[in-house]
């Protein structure tokens, strides 16, 4: 009688939530292997169970362990569990695809969208690879890395356009601490993903700018009625955008301080430019990247989209603070709905 085998995945790379992907796959009972791009991170990985460059306080599982050949990975591997910038996911990819199995289903952890080509991950991942959509899944919620190594409750959802490829990869992260839901719409879960990095940073630059409460929960609402606006007209699921890859994930990444987005508003609300901002905020704050690509598929389907078009001005200092506090507040009026 053979065996039984677990199940195995490769998470690339070791950065913070890459790695707290890592560490719920492996508290799931799934066999993980990281790939660090760093020596000195895979060898601490190896030896100590801790990853010094993010987590240095967590003890990771002793099943996880860590490389930095892509290859050995890869060997094997069930899933392939992408948490990279999204603006490097096509060069990166491109070394790495030899090394995917046949089988091996493709776990997008990215939210953005790649400059020039306007594309979202899986998309990105279709064109570089080939692979089917049926192996492409999308993992997207309110997920704050942090909270989660520390083990605090968490929920997310598991997007993919075959429901037993999502079905897999939900049993694969189950834990008692992340609980992962499933759906069909993957437009939804990427676009809700996003964008709500855009709005995070309209929100910490209000808050920046010592703007109450009020003007951030405005930020907030009306930031889920344009990022629904552009998942609809892109073909998603409205019913998206109320669930965990859309609110839940926008009310975290813009209420808490763990949120990088939100941090570098906070920064640029203060007054910082923004390389100071980025100087300050130190890891990739995706919605800087992908403010301007999103405000381009905003146009390319003629939706308004007026957060993230003063977001994007204000980054490439075409208005001043005061200046973009303005335009939003003297648009003409209209019904909400």
């Known amino acids: 009688m053979t065996p039984h085998r677990s199940t195995r995945a490769a998470v690339f790379s070791a950065g913070s939530w890459g790695t707290a992907v890592a560490k719920i796959l492996a508290d799931a009972g799934t ?14 990985i190896n030896m100590t169970h801790r990853n010094p460059g993010y987590f240095p306080d967590i003890e990771l599982p002793v099943s996880l362990t860590a490389t930095t050949d892509p290859a050995a990975a890869l060997d094997g591997a069930d899933f392939l569990v992408l948490s990279i910038p999204a603006q490097s996911l096509r060069g990166n990819l491109a070394a790495w695809t030899p090394h995917i199995g046949p089988d091996t289903v493709i776990v997008s952890l990215m939210k953005g969208i790649e400059q020039g080509s306007h594309l979202r991950a899986s998309q990105i991942i279709t064109e570089v690879t080939g692979v089917d959509a049926d192996r492409i899944a999308v993992l997207s919620g309110p997920n704050l890395a942090r909270e989660i190594m520390d083990g605090q409750p968490a929920a997310a959802t598991v997007a993919c356009a075959d429901e037993a490829t999502a079905h897999r ?37 209000a808050s920046g700018m010592g703007l109450g409460h009020n003007a951030q929960a405005m930020l907030i609402t009306r930031g889920l009625a344009e990022t629904t606006r552009l998942g609809v007209a892109m073909g998603a699921d409205p019913l998206t955008f109320s669930g965990l890859a859309g609110l839940g994930d926008l009310v975290a990444t813009c209420s808490s301080p763990l949120s990088r987005n939100r941090t570098f508003g906070t920064h640029l609300g203060t007054g910082m430019s923004v390389q100071e901002a980025t100087a300050a905020t130190r890891q990739t704050t995706e919605g800087v990247k992908s403010a301007e690509a999103i405000l381009a598929l905003a146009r390319a389907h003629d939706v308004e989209m007026p957060i993230t078009e003063v977001i994007s001005a204000l980054l ?3 208005v001043t603070l005061n200046e973009a506090a303005a335009a939003l507040m003297q648009r003409p009026t209209k019904p909400e709905r």
């Open 31 to 44: 066999s993980v292997i990281v790939h660090a791009r760093r020596g000195e991170i895979a060898d601490a």
């Open 316 to 318: 490439h200092e075409k």
């Open 169 to 205: 990869f939900q049993k694969a992260c189950h834990t008692s601490y992340f609980r992962p839901y499933t759906s069909a719409d993957v437009t939804g879960c990427e676009l809700g993903g996003a964008v709500k990095n855009v709005i995070a940073l309209a929100v910490g630059i």
